[in-house]
T-cell receptor, first 113, second 111 residues
Framework: DGGITQSPKYLFRKEGQNVTLSCEQN?????MYWYRQDPGQGLRLIYY???????QKGDIAEGYSVSREKKESFPLTVTSAQKNPTAFYLC????????????FGEGSWLTVV | SQELEQSPQSLIVQEGKNLTINCTSS?????LYWYKQKYGEGLIFLMM???GGEEKSHEKITAKLDEKKQQSSLHITASQPSHAGIYLC???????????WGLGTSLAVNP
């Protein structure tokens, strides 16, 4: 079945360690996104990519990095520079970045202790 | 201030009752999206509205976009426990595809 797969679902890390969240889609979508969801703050855009080998910062990119080496994959690295990394992270994709529905993965819970 | 205001913040209804959730912006919207989310899970796409006055329905859920394209409502008829969850609206405000989001409406349906 077509869809967006995020892994792992739950991740625990010690403070100061980098961690990478995986996102893979088989929908043949050009655009991919990473959002962070915190209680009371709604969805906030971290990074997005409209095409392979290109990506743009969203509203809260500091402390995060991404890569887009393949159309299907858009991994997110949460670096030690991110002040409050504990959150629910959502990966999404759409056909293109304008006028098309965004579809979401199941999300990844990251807890940093 | 939130660019996309959702109301109410939470809602508890008895099974079988109708309910409405609203999503309002001060800007003209170029696309309005409704999603449903179970806590700790991904967002499930419900409907997209683009034209002023547009109305779409899926099963017992109807969404409308007003003529000015600044407000949308989501109406559930004869609610069921399966409708429980968080409903979020997202909108294209013309800012290079950076969607703006409401904070969500948490719906509980008591059997």
């Amino acid at each position: 079945d077509g869809g967006i797969t995020q892994s792992p679902k739950y991740l625990f890390r010690k403070e100061g360690q980098n961690v990478t969240l995986s996102c893979e889609q088989n929908l043949n979508h050009d655009a991919m996104y990473w959002y962070r969801q915190d209680p009371g703050q709604g969805l906030r855009l971290i990074y997005y990519s409209q095409i392979v080998n290109d990506f743009q910062k969203g509203d809260i990119a500091e402390g995060y990095s991404v890569s887009r080496e393949k159309k299907e994959s858009f991994p997110l690295t949460v670096t030690s520079a991110q002040k409050n990394p504990t959150a629910f992270y959502l990966c999404a994709s759409s056909i293109v970045t304008s006028g098309n529905t965004i579809y979401f993965g199941e999300g990844s819970w990251l807890t940093v202790v | 201030s939130q660019e996309l205001e959702q109301s109410p913040q939470s809602l508890i209804v008895q099974e079988g009752k109708n309910l409405t959730i609203n999503c309002t912006s001060s800007k003209t919207l170029y696309g309005l999206y409704w999603y449903k989310q179970k806590y700790g899970e991904g967002l499930i796409f419900l409907m997209m509205l683009q034209k002023g006055g547009e109305e779409k329905s899926h099963e017992k859920i109807t969404a409308k976009l007003d003529e000015k394209k600044q407000q949308s409502s989501l109406h559930i008829t004869a609610s069921q426990p399966s409708h429980a969850g968080i409903y979020l609206c997202g909108a294209d405000a013309g800012n290079n595809r950076k969607l703006i989001w409401g904070l969500g409406t948490s719906l509980a349906v008591n059997p």
